[in-house]
Nanobody
């Protein structure tokens, strides 16, 4: 059983940084592709970043490439999303997700488990 618990988001000024964490209490992250998605009001959920175990790969949406970094700590069974140089348009509810599929997946439909979501607000 995969149970994903996200850290609290927050309010940050444009240009600032924030790190989100996603922990799996079921300790099964090792076998899953993990991803981050976000959803702004009135918009569809969109892919942000993902990393897979098999093969060992990472993929980012163009909108966050060079600013966001996804990483994991296997010992802590935790995945991170480091967000730097935040922009107003990064404001959204952020979700972590886990997929049993092999390889990186960018479609929300490919993910089997979801965290509860956490609000990130970037102010000017």
């Amino acid at each position: 059983q995969v149970t994903l618990v996200e850290s609290e988001g927050g309010l940050v000024q444009a240009g600032g940084s924030l790190r989100l964490t996603c922990a799996d209490s079921g300790r099964t992250f090792r076998r899953y592709t993990t991803g981050w998605f976000r959803q702004a009001p009135g918009k569809e959920r969109e892919f942000v970043a993902a990393m897979s175990w098999i093969p060992d790969s990472i993929y980012y949406a163009d909108s966050v490439k060079g600013r966001f970094t996804i990483s994991r700590d296997s010992a802590k069974n935790t995945v991170y999303l480091q967000m730097d140089s935040l922009k107003l348009e990064d404001t959204a509810v952020y979700y972590c997700a886990a997929s049993a599929s092999i390889g990186v997946r960018v479609s929300p439909d490919a993910y089997d488990y979801w965290g509860q979501g956490t609000q990130v607000t970037v102010s000017s």
